[in-house]
């Protein structure tokens, strides 16, 4: 006899899963292994058909929080240049630690608008490990663009 109770049904299915959770796991992925292409029509079929409604839905995400829609984008760009390794969002908010929350060069305080930068940048082949990475106001990083950082020090007078 099924259970019309909603909330019993819950705790029943949820017992269940824990009781099993290893093998729905290991049915899961093979039923997915073996229907991958199905998959992937279904996904983009979903996207094409939902696709007004996926942009609003992104715009409001992006807009909540943008931070990690520009981490994503800067990590395919370093992906795209060929460069070697990543950072996480721990790393960023260890380097914003670091530097006091407080511009790299100009030293203003950092609010969310803060700006990722690589010191060397990747297009002079620096790296997109968490030690070429400093958080910079956006006017530093838009000024900045992709110098040698001892040529834009020297450029904002922090250099000699």
Do not use: F
């Not at 899961?28 to 029509?41: F, L, P, T, V």
């Not at 002079?124 to 070429?132: F, L, Q």
């Amino acid at each position: 006899m099924p259970i019309t109770d909603p909330e019993r049904k819950r705790a029943t299915d949820a017992a269940y899963y824990r009781a099993n959770a290893e093998k729905i796991r290991r049915r899961s992925a093979d039923y997915y292994a073996q229907h991958r292409e199905k998959g992937r029509e279904d996904r983009r079929n979903y996207r094409l058909n939902n696709l007004n409604r996926l942009r609003q839905y992104d715009a409001e995400r992006y807009e909540a929080d943008p931070q990690p829609w520009k981490r994503r984008a800067a990590l395919r760009k370093a992906r795209k240049r060929g460069a070697e390794g990543s950072y996480t969002a721990a790393d960023i908010r260890r380097i914003q630690k670091q530097q006091r929350g407080r511009c790299a060069y100009c030293k203003t305080k950092l609010g969310p608008d803060r700006h990722i930068d690589h010191i060397v940048p990747l297009s002079k082949g620096g790296s997109n490990w968490p030690a070429n990475i400093q958080l910079l106001c956006e006017r530093c990083n838009l000024s900045k663009h992709a110098a040698d950082p001892l040529v834009y020090a020297r450029r904002i007078g922090r250099l000699l």
